[in-house]
């Protein structure tokens, strides 16, 4: 479940009435998790919004539970490092 370079999960968006927390803290993948709830259902720009003094300037993926990527996300992401550290 714990892809390399992924040592924290932060989850946002869920609103008040529905729940949360399948993944505990996530010390049972090897990870950290934060849970960041909405107030009402507004969408994922919102749950981005209300997450950015969580995130600052630290880059994120936005990976819903409903999305399946064969192999995972790992070759996406350090494609992501790669193309970040050239100018």
């Known amino acids: 479940m714990r892809e390399p370079g992924q040592g924290h999960w932060d989850r946002g968006g869920g609103h008040r009435g529905r729940g949360h927390g399948g993944g505990g803290d996530g ?5 950290k998790i934060k849970y960041i ?15 950015a003094g969580y995130l600052g300037d630290s880059p994120f993926v ?26």
């Not at 010390?27 to 990870?31: A, D, E, L, S, T």
């Not at 709830?37 to 997450?51: E, Y």
């Open 37 to 51: 709830r909405q107030d009402a259902p507004l969408g994922l720009a919102h749950a981005v919004k209300i997450s």
């Open 62 to 87: 936005m990976y819903l539970g409903d999305n399946l990527i064969a192999n995972g996300i790992t070759e996406l992401v350090r494609k992501f490092e790669r193309n970040r550290r050239t100018p």
């Open 27 to 31: 010390r049972k993948f090897g990870v």
